[in-house]
C-alpha cells in the first residue's frame, strides 16, 4: 500500500536553531501535501496544504515565515520550522492522498521539542 | 465548512465489551468520513471510512460504522474489545474528492480494562 516516509520521528533543538521535517511518499507521487500539528491530548489541526511546485496554502494563524513549507518533487515535501521557540514544541504529521478513491496516507510523525 | 463532534473525550469498556464511539458531523455537502486510529507517538492508521456507498462501513481489525443521515452520525463499533484496541480514535470529515483537507474531532481515548 501507498506509505509516507516522515523524518526525523524525534528531534530536539535549542531556542533559535531551525528544524526541518520531511515526507516522503514512496510508492505514489504527492501532488498535494496536508501538515499538521498536535498537541499532547489534542486533535490535530492542519497548518498547511502544499502542493508540488507552488506555494503552500496556510490556514489562518499560521505563520508562514516560521513554518516553511516546501514541495518541490512529487515525492518530497518539507516543513521548517525557523527560529524555534518551546512553544512550537509539538507532534507534527503529515499526510498525503494517494489517489482517486484512496484513502489519504499520514507520516508517522515527528516529535519535536525545544529546549 | 465542515465540522465533527466526538461525544466523549475517555471512553472505557472491559475486555470483550461493545465498543462504542460517537461521532456527528455537519457538512453542508456530502461528505466523506473516516475513522482513524492513533496509538502513542505515531501516525493515524485508517479504520475504515465511507464514501458514499454503503451506509454500513466494515473495517480493520473487527471496527465498523454506520453513515446515518437522518442523524449526521458515523458512530464506530466493535462487538468485543480487545486489550490491543486501547488507543486515541479520531473521526475525520472532508469534501468529496481526492486532494479535499480533512477536519479532525477532538479525538476519544478507549481504555480496555480487564
Known amino acids: 500500500g501507498a506509505v509516507v516516509s516522515q523524518h526525523p520521528s524525534w528531534v530536539i533543538c535549542k531556542s533559535g536553531t531551525s528544524v526541518k521535517i520531511e515526507c516522503r511518499s514512496l510508492d505514489f507521487q504527492a501532488t498535494t501535501m496536508f501538515w499538521y500539528r498536535q498537541f499532547p491530548k489534542q486533535s490535530l489541526m492542519l497548518m498547511a496544504t502544499?502542493?508540488?511546485?507552488?506555494?503552500?496554502?496556510?490556514e489562518q494563524g499560521v505563520e508562514k515565515d516560521k513554518f516553511l513549507i516546501n514541495h518541490a518533487s512529487l515525492t518530497l515535501s518539507t516543513l521548517t520550522v525557523t527560529s524555534a521557540h518551546p512553544e512550537d514544541s509539538s507532534f507534527y504529521i503529515c499526510?498525503?492522498?494517494?489517489?482517486?478513491?484512496?484513502?489519504?496516507?499520514f507520516g508517522s510523525g515527528t516529535r519535536l521539542t525545544v529546549v | 465548512a465542515q465540522s465533527v463532534t466526538q461525544l466523549g473525550s475517555h471512553v472505557s469498556v472491559s475486555e470483550g465489551a461493545l465498543v462504542l464511539l460517537r461521532c456527528n458531523y455537519s457538512s453542508s455537502v456530502p461528505p466523506y468520513l473516516f475513522w482513524y486510529v492513533q496509538y502513542p507517538n505515531q501516525g493515524l492508521q485508517l479504520l475504515l471510512k465511507y464514501t458514499s456507498a454503503a451506509t454500513l462501513v466494515k473495517g480493520i481489525n473487527g471496527f465498523e460504522a454506520e453513515f446515518k443521515k437522518s442523524e449526521t452520525s458515523f458512530h464506530l463499533t466493535k462487538p468485543s474489545a480487545h486489550m490491543s484496541d486501547a488507543a486515541e480514535y479520531f473521526c475525520?470529515?472532508?469534501?468529496?474528492?481526492?486532494?479535499?483537507?480533512?477536519?479532525f474531532g477532538t479525538g476519544t481515548r478507549l481504555q480496555v480494562t480487564l
Open positions: 502544499s502542493n508540488e511546485g507552488s506555494k503552500a496554502t496556510y
Open positions: 499526510s498525503a492522498p494517494s489517489g482517486t478513491g484512496k484513502p489519504y496516507t
Open positions: 475525520a470529515v472532508s469534501n468529496t474528492g481526492t486532494a479535499s483537507k480533512l477536519t
